[in-house]
Each structure stands twice: as structure tokens, then as C-alpha cells.
């Protein structure tokens, strides 16, 4: 029976027109399943747009326009970009389609009737632009993400029983296969320890959305809207047998990948949505980091994003691919520039494949007619030839290995190794000049020399296929190998290239750029930046109204002293930082993980105008322990790092100057 390989993008929001950093996710999903398919999976690959909520409704007003003429425009633009990249996805869904609302209904109906919907009403502040309920806000206070200012609602809605789900969420985290990487698994255990109370999953107080079924002036939350899709799209709650067993097919996902902003809605609230349906659970969660562009998240409203469509017209989809999957170690923020994308075309691309696969092939045809020629045994063998043949069979070992595992960027240093080892093989064994000879001797070696610095590019080609799809296509046929989507994968080896094949037509694949395609990608964009736009958030559910506390404050000392007892109340430890990441759209904060001995804490830290965050990965700090958890833009601290400063002065860390353990308590 074959294989099935299901993977998905997120579906992105209509707020705003695509930009590189869509094209980040997107691309690395149609990488992984051009793979599979040269794998031999039945593979199907999704990807859409996510297009009601009260921000579009209001978008589409004050742009003049219906909610669906508003959010018609710009889901084209998406499915058109994605036809012009060449991205090789088998459904495009939008939630405003009639299939995916009936069988989004279906979804709420059975939670419902499994008895985990219930209807209450929630009274808080609210921001309209990032989607958000905002827990303990009041009236007049800013949003945690964006600092816009929150409004106040009052509404009856529907909430889902989230709290009933956490400890047998937390027991699914204990597979570190589910959420990748280890750094995002980290965060969202430390949210779900930190206790689960149930959210809203619809809005009473606007229209544009699914209406929850048997009570049409609610409408189905903008976010349990948008995660059906991964379902709804293959088949669920159809009532037409083939979309069922399509359901039956591909369900569960192999891969949800995501970016990291959206960790806590995929791996917390739909994996419970799921639970509470009886449904089976997604195999993998593979979060990547962000695109920095001038040091900081490319987002609408700082107006610093990239369009594709800019790269593309001046190097084409297959430079963009490379040197994001390249480039960006996935998982981690990477930073984007035009200097390093050209810089990247000209290195890896123009001096590195494609010279490799102009040099091997011209020689072939000036020496040999344009055929393959038969490498030579006994005298013209020499170990330099070994030496590449065994680097292309751990190419092709490592590659495959690396790939697996998402780390796309080693896979294809291992691969342009290869390349390499072939170049350095080819000015070391000199060609040209055995062509210019005509003895026996000479001819057998160059027989030799050309065959394996063919039979290399070959495997070179294979395994980059999946990355650089048009290029290697091109190379393929004009190494006579026909139709590359025919090749078989999991039978690449050394040694298959067939002998006496008769090349194609030989043209560049990656002609050099030259230093004005720098500033001719910078001109492009500043014409095209126009006003600044809001960008979509974090959208997150109300939670239900807390239960009422049970103690009152302690008093506090009128004159600024403690006595020992209170000081002795404070836990001190010594922590060794794991992980430090800036966290969008603060200045100030650094996210850290930091490991005290007993557990690894998320703490937040004021620190980022002091210090980089990857200085940070390995020092030991200080840290109060038993410091009660504290909510900022969005994320939980559980703990504060200890620093010195003077009024106006920068933070300096507290420090050791001998080896002190982790975990130690400070007395």
C-alpha cells in the first residue's frame, strides 16, 4: 500500500497582500512535498486563506468594499503568487467557501453535543486589531502586543471547555516529536503548566463570519474558524463519500507547519478542539522562526516588508528558495537583505551548480559529441575519483537524514559539498588540457574525469531538486535524463548515470548578477511601499471570568525597610540560560528559557538595549525563583533575572566569578 504524506501551511490572513515572509512557510511545505513525492508518497499538500473576523469586516469598510469583495482581492493575490512561484500545492481553501463553513459547523456541532461547548457571557477589554481578548486589561489600557487602545465589550458567547484538556495535553508534550523545535515545545509546556481556563470560541457583537449552528446571531471565532481548515479542506463533515474517504485518507496531518507567533493556538487549542471532537491528533507541529528584515520582524505596520514578486522578477523563485532554506537555520529568526541574497545567487548558484553544470556539460559536448562517455578501468582510475564518488554517497546519506529532520540548511551545505569536491576535482585534474591531447592515455582519463563530474552533478541535481525545482529540471534535461518528477529517490546511488546518453541543449541556469541587482530590488520596493498597514496579531479567545481571589494583599512597610524574615521569602538561584530570543514589537524585552537545576523557567527580561540574545546562550545568571508569574505582551515570565543599573543606565547582569552549579540558591 503507498504511503500518504498530508502537510499543511497555515492559512494566512487576508489583512494585508503576501510578502516573503508568507512565501518563507509556504515555501518550505512545497520543498518537503516535491521530497516526498520523489519519495513515492501519496502526498497531498494544502495551503489557503483565513478570511472573516471583525478586522476584515472593518477593513473592508473603510476600503468601500463588501467583507467578500475585500477578501476576494486578496486571497487571488495569494492563490496568484503561489501559480507564479510555481508552488506545487493539491487544494487552496478559503474559509468563506461553502464547504468549509458547513463543515466547520459539523466540527462545533460534535464538540458541542460531546459536551464540551456551554454558553456564558464575558464582560473585558478587547483589541480590534489584533483579534484579542485581553485578560485583567481595564478601560483605557493599551493592548499587550500592539499598545493600541482596547475596547470595552460586553457579550453572550459560546466557550469551549479548554481547562477540562490539560493534563492530557501535557501528557501528549511528552512526545518531543509533536512540537519542533525543542524551544517552542518549552514555551508552550510552561503555558499549559501554568493552568488553562476555558476560551470563547464565538462573537455576538458582528456578522461576518460562520454562524454557529442553531443560533444564528453568533458567529464561530475567527480562530476555531481557521483551524478546521486542516479537516474541512480534506473531506470532513462531508456528507459525499468521496471527500469522506479523501478524510479517512490523509487525516491525521504528517506536518502542520507554522510560524512561530501562532505555537500556542496550534499546539494547545487545536490538538484539544481535536480531543474534544474524538478526532485523531496531528503527527507533527514544525514552527520556524521569523524573517528579520532591518533588524526586526518584517510586519505591515512598521512598513518594512518584502514582496516576492520583487525577487522574482529580478532573480527568479529558484534564488528566493535557495537562499531561504539556505540561509535561515529553520526554526531560528534569520535576517533577510537583498546584499546577502545576491551574494548567496552568485556564490551557490552561478559559481557553484550552475558553473558546474555549464563546465561538465560543455566539455562533454567539445570532447565526446554531446554523449556520456564510458569512464575507463585499471590506469585511468585514480583515488581522486574515489574520493568524489564516496562524497556523493554521503551526500546522499546525510542529506536525506538532515532533510528529515527539518534542517534544511545543513542538508544543503552537505549537497553543495558535493559541488565542491567536483570543482576542486575538475581544476585538479585539468580537462582541458587532457582534450588537447590525443593518446590513448589522455583520452581514457578525460573519458573518466567527464563521467564523474557528470555522474556528481547528477546527484548534486537530485537532491536539490526539491529546492530549486526549475533549475535542476533544466539540468536534468540537458544531461538527457528526461523528466526529473519521474526520478526515484529512494533508489539514488552512485554510479546510474547511463553511459552514452546523448545531452540536450546546453544553456546557463544561473547567469552571475551583477552589482546593480542590489539596487535595482531596493528601487522596486521603495515605489512600491505605500501607506502603512495593519498587520494581523495574535488573535486570542477570551478566557472564562476567573474565579474570585481568596486572600487579600500583604500590607506593605510605609518605611521602605524589610526585616530579615522577609528578605530570607525571596528564592534566589543560579540559572544557566538556554535559549534568548527578542520578543516582537518590544525594544526592551528578551524571551529567555532558563535552566535552574529542577526545570527550565521562560522568563522575560528588560534587558535588550544591554544585551544581544545570542550573548546570553550559556552564561549564568541570577534569577528570583519564587517571583508569582506575571503576563507580558502576551507571554508568561515565571521569574526575574537579577541586573544592576543606575537611574537612566543600561542593565548589568549579576554575574559569578567562580564556578557556581546550576541551581544553587543564593543566601
Given at each position: 500500500m503507498t504511503r500518504k504524506f498530508y502537510i499543511t501551511t497555515p492559512i494566512y490572513y487576508v489583512n494585508a497582500r503576501p510578502h516573503i515572509g508568507h512565501a518563507y512557510t509556504t515555501i518550505a511545505c512545497d520543498t518537503i512535498a516535491r521530497r516526498q513525492r520523489l519519495l513515492g508518497a501519496d502526498t497531498f499538500f494544502l495551503t489557503g486563506t483565513d478570511e472573516h473576523g471583525q478586522k476584515i469586516e472593518r477593513a473592508a469598510e473603510a476600503a468601500g468594499k463588501s467583507p467578500q469583495q475585500y477578501a476576494d482581492e486578496i486571497s487571488g493575490e495569494f492563490r496568484a503568487l503561489w501559480k507564479r512561484m510555481g508552488i506545487s500545492n493539491d487544494d487552496f481553501i478559503r474559509t468563506t467557501e461553502e464547504r468549509h463553513k458547513k463543515r466547520l459547523q459539523e466540527l462545533f456541532r460534535r464538540i458541542r453535543d460531546n459536551g464540551y461547548i456551554y454558553k456564558g457571557t464575558y464582560t473585558g477589554q478587547y483589541c480590534v486589531s489584533d483579534e484579542l481578548y485581553v485578560d485583567g486589561a481595564q478601560p483605557g489600557d493599551p493592548c499587550p502586543i500592539?499598545?493600541?487602545?482596547?475596547?470595552?465589550?460586553?457579550?453572550?458567547?459560546?466557550?469551549?471547555?479548554?481547562?477540562?484538556?490539560?493534563?492530557?495535553?501535557?501528557?501528549?508534550?511528552?512526545?518531543p516529536d509533536f512540537i519542533r523545535p525543542e524551544t517552542r515545545r518549552n514555551e508552550v509546556i510552561s503555558f499549559v503548566r501554568s493552568g488553562l481556563r476555558d476560551q470563547s470560541i464565538s462573537r455576538s457583537t458582528f456578522s461576518w463570519g460562520v454562524p454557529v449552528p442553531d443560533d444564528s446571531k453568533h458567529v464561530i471565532y475567527v480562530w476555531f474558524d481557521a483551524l478546521a481548515n486542516y479537516i474541512t479542506a480534506i473531506g470532513y463533515g462531508s456528507t459525499h463519500a468521496g471527500a469522506q474517504e479523501a478524510f479517512k485518507k490523509y487525516w491525521p496531518a504528517d506536518v502542520h507547519m507554522i510560524g512561530k507567533e501562532i505555537v500556542r493556538f496550534h499546539c494547545v487549542y487545536w490538538p484539544a478542539f481535536l480531543l474534544a471532537a474524538g478526532l485523531p491528533l496531528p503527527?507533527?507541529?514544525?514552527?520556524?522562526?521569523?524573517?528579520?528584515?532591518?533588524?526586526?520582524?518584517?510586519?505591515?505596520?512598521?512598513?518594512?516588508?518584502?514582496?516576492?514578486?520583487?525577487?522574482?522578477?529580478?532573480?527568479?523563485?529558484?534564488?528566493?528558495?535557495?537562499?531561504?532554506?539556505?540561509?535561515?537555520?529553520?526554526?531560528?529568526?534569520?535576517?533577510?537583505?537583498?546584499?546577502?541574497?545576491?551574494?548567496?545567487?552568485?556564490?551557490?548558484?552561478?559559481?557553484?551548480?550552475?558553473?558546474?553544470?555549464?563546465?561538465?556539460?560543455?566539455?562533454?559536448?567539445?570532447?565526446?559529441?554531446?554523449e556520456v562517455p564510458y569512464p575507463s578501468p585499471g590506469a585511468a582510475k585514480t583515488a581522486a575519483d574515489d574520493v568524489v564518488a564516496e562524497t556523493a554517497r554521503k551526500a546522499i546519506r546525510e542529506f536525506s537524514t538532515l532533510f528529515d529532520q527539518f534542517q534544511f540548511s545543513r542538508a544543503l551545505e552537505t549537497a553543495w559539498g558535493l559541488v565542491a569536491t567536483v570543482d576542486k576535482y575538475i581544476v585538479e585534474n585539468e580537462p582541458w588540457s587532457l582534450g588537447e591531447k590525443q593518446d590513448d592515455e589522455s583520452r581514457a582519463r578525460l573519458a573518466t574525469v567527464l563521467y564523474t563530474s557528470a555522474e556528481a552533478l547528477r546527484i548534486a541535481t537530485a537532491l536539490a531538486h526539491p529546492v530549486i525545482p526549475d533549475a535542476t529540471a533544466k539540468i536534468w534535461q540537458q544531461m538527457g535524463l528526461g523528466d526529473i518528477k519521474k526520478l526515484d529517490l529512494n533508489k539514488l546511488a552512485w554510479g546510474q548515470l547511463p553511459l552514452g546518453t546523448k545531452l540536450g541543449d546546453i544553456s546557463p541556469v544561473f547567469p552571475r548578477a551583477d552589482?546593480?541587482?542590489?539596487?535595482?530590488?531596493?528601487?522596486?520596493?521603495?515605489?512600491?511601499r505605500g501607506p502603512v498597514v495593519e498587520e494581523a496579531k495574535e488573535p486570542v479567545a477570551p478566557a472564562a471570568p476567573p474565579a474570585p481571589p481568596t486572600s487579600t494583599p500583604?500590607?506593605?512597610?510605609?518605611?521602605?525597610?524589610?526585616?530579615?524574615?522577609?528578605?530570607?521569602?525571596?528564592?534566589?538561584?543560579?540559572?544557566?540560560?538556554?535559549?534568548?530570543?527578542?520578543?516582537?514589537?518590544?525594544?526592551?524585552?528578551?524571551?529567555?528559557?532558563?535552566?535552574?537545576?529542577?526545570?527550565?523557567?521562560?522568563?522575560?527580561?528588560g534587558i535588550a538595549e544591554a544585551y544581544a540574545p545570542e550573548t546570553l546562550v550559556g552564561r549564568k545568571v541570577v534569577i528570583v525563583a519564587n517571583l508569582a508569574p506575571r503576563k507580558m505582551r502576551g507571554l508568561e515570565s515565571n521569574g526575574m533575572i537579577v541586573a544592576a543599573s543606575l537611574e537612566g543606565g543600561k542593565p548589568v547582569l549579576a554575574s559569578f566569578l567562580e564556578d557556581v552549579p546550576i541551581g544553587a540558591r543564593l543566601k
Open positions: 500592539c499598545g493600541r487602545i482596547t475596547e470595552t465589550v460586553q457579550e453572550e458567547n459560546y466557550f469551549f471547555k479548554l481547562s477540562a484538556f490539560q493534563d492530557k495535553l501535557l501528557e501528549l508534550y511528552t512526545n503527527k507533527a507541529i514544525v514552527a520556524h522562526g521569523w524573517l528579520l528584515f532591518e533588524e526586526s520582524k518584517m510586519s505591515k505596520s512598521r512598513g518594512n516588508i518584502v514582496r516576492t514578486e520583487t525577487i522574482l522578477d529580478v532573480l527568479g523563485a529558484d534564488a528566493l528558495r535557495y537562499f531561504l532554506l539556505r540561509e535561515v537555520v529553520f526554526g531560528q529568526d534569520g535576517s533577510f537583505s537583498f546584499d546577502a541574497l545576491v551574494q548567496r545567487y552568485n556564490s551557490d548558484l552561478a559559481n557553484g551548480i550552475g558553473n558546474l553544470a555549464s563546465r561538465t556539460l560543455t566539455m562533454i559536448n567539445r570532447y565526446f559529441k554531446g552589482k546593480s541587482a542590489v539596487e535595482r530590488m531596493q528601487k522596486m520596493e521603495d515605489q512600491q500583604a500590607a506593605v512597610a510605609t518605611d521602605g525597610k524589610i526585616a530579615i524574615d522577609d528578605f530570607a521569602k525571596v528564592d534566589l538561584r543560579v540559572g544557566l540560560v538556554k535559549v534568548a530570543e527578542r520578543v516582537p514589537k518590544s525594544d526592551k524585552l528578551l524571551r529567555l528559557e532558563i535552566d535552574i537545576g529542577t526545570e527550565v523557567r521562560q522568563v522575560l527580561a
